[in-house]
T-cell receptor, first 114, second 113 residues
């Protein structure tokens, strides 16, 4: 059973560009959350998707947007990249029915903005 | 709003010695508590969780944690550490099953041979 997968693994972008990160949840999981982890810090919650809608959002600007597809996979889009957006972006999935408290994390996408 | 404090940013400990990683939280409502581990260049793995019931929680890899409501603490312990325990450890809280998870800044555990 594949766990949470994310693509790409690494990404280098230029300031002002746009980026899309992808996440496939663990099999059977219907909820996807995204986190930003800056170097040396704990993950910060960006938003959560359930039933293809954004259910909760953290303190991130509108430049950060997302989407969830019918197969529960998800995308994170960041527009007008800033140097400060450089971070590890983590996707986490959970099963809202049986174990809603347990989030399974993917390996992350390392985004570098130059 | 909830917040999490991890008092020690770095903890060096000799192999086979015991270790305690401290976590304190603040919240105006009851919360659920978690410890995650992050190995280098990897995502986070759930070590253990406290939802309700017994305040002593056992997790994977020989770790355990004790919930203390009066002191708003959830310290992580292991009686004998191994080299393979070297990693970053994060304490986290959330209000409900679907609420956002609030992470602490992390504690870097280094096990010395």
């Amino acid at each position: 059973d594949a766990g949470v997968t994310q693509s790409p693994t690494h990404l280098i972008k230029t300031r002002g560009q746009q980026v899309t990160l992808r996440c496939s949840p663990k099999s059977g999981h219907d909820t996807v959350s995204w986190y930003q982890q800056a170097l040396g810090q704990g993950p910060q919650f960006i938003f959560q998707y359930y039933e293809e809608e954004e259910r909760q959002r953290g303190n991130f600007p509108d430049r950060f947007s997302g989407h969830q597809f019918p197969n529960y996979s998800s995308e994170l889009n960041v527009n007008a990249l800033l140097l400060g957006d450089s971070a590890l972006y983590l996707c986490a999935s959970s099963d809202s029915g049986t174990h809603p408290y347990e989030q399974y994390f993917g390996p992350g996408t390392r985004l570098t903005v130059t | 709003a909830q917040s999490v404090t991890q008092l020690d940013s770095q903890v060096p400990v000799f192999e086979e010695a015991p270790v305690e990683l401290r976590c304190n939280y603040s919240s105006s409502v009851s919360v659920y508590l978690f410890w995650y581990v992050q190995y280098p260049n990897q995502g986070l793995q759930l070590l253990l969780k406290y939802l309700s019931g017994s305040t002593l929680v056992k997790g994977i890899n020989g770790f355990e944690a004790e919930f203390n409501k009066s002191q708003t603490s959830f310290h992580l312990r292991k009686p004998s550490v191994h080299i393979s325990d070297t990693a970053e450890y994060f304490c986290a809280v959330r209000k409900t099953s679907y609420d956002k998870v609030i992470f602490g800044p992390g504690t870097s555990l280094s096990v010395i041979p």
